[in-house]
Nanobody
Framework: QVQLVESGGGLVQAGGSLRLSCTASGRTFRAMAWFRQAPGKEREFVAGIRWMDSTVYYADSVKGRFTISRDIAKNTVYLQMTSLKPEDTAVYYC???????????????WGRGTQVTVSS
């Protein structure tokens, strides 16, 4: 059974930092990504990483502020978020698949999400 479990969300003031983690079990993906969904909005791509060569991709809205990385031994992907803004408030989801894409339907498995709230 494939499982993705996120952790690390919480409440932080604007300008602060958080690190999200997502550990996969039951499968090693060729790519993993982070998406987020704010209330009343569609789920959007945040960042993705190719597992073997760690090539990374970012949404323009988070470039220079967020960093995605992975630990092969732990089968875990991280999202280091800095200079957080209120508009970063959302539920953050981890996803795994065969390649990095901004389209959520490409991914095979998803975590349940972790809430990130940034206060002004």
């Amino acid at each position: 059974q494939v499982q993705l479990v996120e952790s690390g969300g919480g409440l932080v003031q604007a300008g602060g930092s958080l690190r999200l983690s997502c550990t996969a079990s039951g499968r090693t993906f060729r790519a993993m990504a982070w998406f987020r969904q704010a209330p009343g909005k569609e789920r959007e791509f945040v960042a993705g990483i190719r597992w073997m060569d760690s090539t990374v991709y970012y949404a323009d809205s988070v470039k220079g502020r967020f960093t995605i990385s992975r630990d092969i031994a732990k089968n875990t992907v991280y999202l280091q978020m800095t200079s957080l803004k209120p508009e970063d408030t959302a539920v953050y989801y981890c996803a795994g698949g065969n390649g990095v894409s901004q389209y959520d339907k490409v991914y095979d498995d998803w975590g349940r999400g972790t809430q990130v709230t940034v206060s002004s």
